[in-house]
């Protein structure tokens, strides 16, 4: 194919992607998990989070969708958030925000990686128990408050309550106003909603998210980590990764 | 005298509100981090087979009469082992390996496995975790 028309062809196919309503989308996944959220945490027992989920997947297929449901549209939610994250950088209209909104939507970041891990925590498995304590000794190495940050986020070892508090509250309530506040609307458009609610409910429906029964001795972080978990993988001076992760939401 | 305005007066008292907030945060959960980590006792049959035992919070290496107890948590960040390799202890998150009394073999980490003290009660051993 001749350079050129190749060249155009994936401008074409980037304008074309990008041209999809991703905050629209991001907003109805993240509504979709919320309201998903609900009714997973009717047969889910933050006491025993492995058991209940085991259970669940043997005896309760209704909730099996709540939790393929819950699961998805939240991976939806984070692709198309930093997808629509990109496309702000990349028409330069995130200066259309006033200061103070943009800070906050900044800070957000951090509640939407931390929901995330946090959903990954909650299954209580050999990956998830491997998760919270990397996180934990990542929290502590942060200088003079580390303790109090990783206190106040994780709680105390091999309680799962304050997590669970902070993944079905805390952090749930800050990105829903972060995202009313910046994106101006109290609901996402019926028509993106339904679409995605459709993908979503297609996926959940052939697809069913794994747990770790802890027979395999390779431990596996979430996919969005694989990044970082590989330069933990390479770097002992852990400190030097919280520096660098400090400096891009500094001068972001 | 210069007027402020209701909403300067709501924002200053507001920022001069953060910083005792702050110190209250601080010290509540540096007081309850404190009173969770205190020493922790376990106390566990003293049947082990010679070699090497792997349990939830600590790995026991037996040789006859001698033993020695390690925390499981790797030094690095602190996944717990639960295996070997090649006569290396493994963590399984990000690869550090320790010898068998306990220091790095390879990195990330780089510092040894913490050893535990432990005290024998008839067919008892009591392990002192802190």
Redesign the interface.
Do not use: F
């Given at each position: 194919m001749n350079p050129e028309r190749k060249k155009y062809r994936i401008q074409f196919l980037l304008e074309w992607f990008f041209a999809r309503p991703l905050g629209q989308i991001a907003f109805s996944s993240f509504l979709i998990a919320v309201v998903s959220g609900i009714f997973l945490a009717i047969p889910f027992d933050i006491k025993n989070p492995y058991d209940s989920i085991s259970l669940i997947l043997l005896t309760n297929p209704g909730a099996v969708f709540f939790r393929n449901l819950h699961y998805w549209s939240a991976q939806v939610f984070f692709i198309s958030t930093i997808l629509h994250i990109i496309d702000h950088f990349r028409r330069k209209t995130e200066k259309k925000l006033t200061n103070g909104v943009w800070l906050r939507v900044t800070i957000s970041i951090f509640f939407m990686f931390f929901v995330m891990i946090s959903g990954f925590i909650l299954k209580g498995d050999a990956d998830a128990e491997q998760a919270l304590r990397i996180l934990k000794s990542l929290f502590e190495q942060i200088p003079f408050i580390g303790s109090t940050i990783s206190y106040s986020f994780l709680g105390r070892e091999r309680d799962y309550q304050l997590i669970y508090v902070h993944h079905i509250a805390i952090a749930t309530i800050i990105l829903w106003i972060v995202i009313v506040e910046h994106s101006k609307i109290l609901w996402a458009e019926i028509k993106v909603f339904v679409y995605t609610l459709i993908f979503v409910a297609i996926i959940s429906f052939m697809f069913v998210p794994s747990l770790h029964d802890g027979k395999s001795p390779i431990v596996k972080g979430p996919w969005y980590f694989v990044g970082l978990q590989e330069v933990l993988h390479w770097i002992s001076q852990t400190q030097l990764v919280l520096i660098f992760i400090f400096l891009l939401f500094l001068f972001d | 005298m210069k007027l402020v305005s209701r909403r300067e007066f709501f924002k200053n008292f507001f920022i001069s509100l953060s910083l005792p907030l702050a110190w209250i945060?601080?010290s509540t959960?540096?007081r309850?981090?404190e009173v969770?980590i205190h020493t922790k006792k376990t106390v566990i049959d003293n049947d082990f087979p010679n070699g090497i035992t792997f349990n939830e919070n600590f790995i026991v290496i037996k040789q006859n009469s001698s033993i020695k107890i390690f925390s499981s948590?790797c030094s690095?960040?602190?996944?717990?082992i639960?295996?070997t390799e090649q006569n290396d202890l493994?963590c399984?998150?990000?690869?550090s390996r320790y010898n068998f009394n306990g220091d790095v073999v390879k990195?990330?980490?780089?510092n040894s496995l913490k050893l535990l003290e432990f005290k024998r009660d008839g067919n008892k051993l009591i392990v002192y975790e802190s």
């Open positions: - | 945060w601080y959960t540096r309850s981090n969770s948590k690095h960040l602190g996944c717990r639960k295996g493994v399984p998150c990000h690869g990195g990330p980490a780089q």
